[in-house]
């Protein structure tokens, strides 16, 4: 089960994704709020806070395309398979 800081950070970043494209320019306040959401769920991978291995394995997807996107983002070489990417997984986790 994830937070609702979790629950919340994810939510933003999900929104977030829905309006970024490849041309999307680099932008700090939306890499500051897609960083936020990924420092959220790693936090969160710590085995103390869940031995639900599909759980630790969404957080890992969702985590890893966040860091992905912030990375492309800053880069300026956003792909829609990148963008994708990153929504599905971020999907998946606040569906599980």
Do not use: F, Q
């Not at 959401?37 to 985590?63: C, F, G, Q, Y």
Request: proline share 4%; with cysteine.
């Amino acid at each position: 089960m994830i937070s609702d800081d979790e629950r919340e950070a994810l939510t933003r970043a999900r929104n977030i994704l829905s309006r970024l494209s490849p041309s999307s320019p680099p932008n700090a306040e939306i890499a500051s709020d897609l960083r936020k959401a990924w420092k959220i769920v790693t936090e969160a991978m710590s085995p103390s806070m869940s031995s639900d291995a599909a759980l630790i394995n969404a957080r890992h997807d969702a985590a890893t395309a966040l860091s992905y996107v912030t990375g492309s983002l800053d880069r300026g070489m956003l792909t829609r398979e990148c963008i994708d990417k990153a929504s599905r997984a971020v999907a998946a986790l606040l569906a599980g």
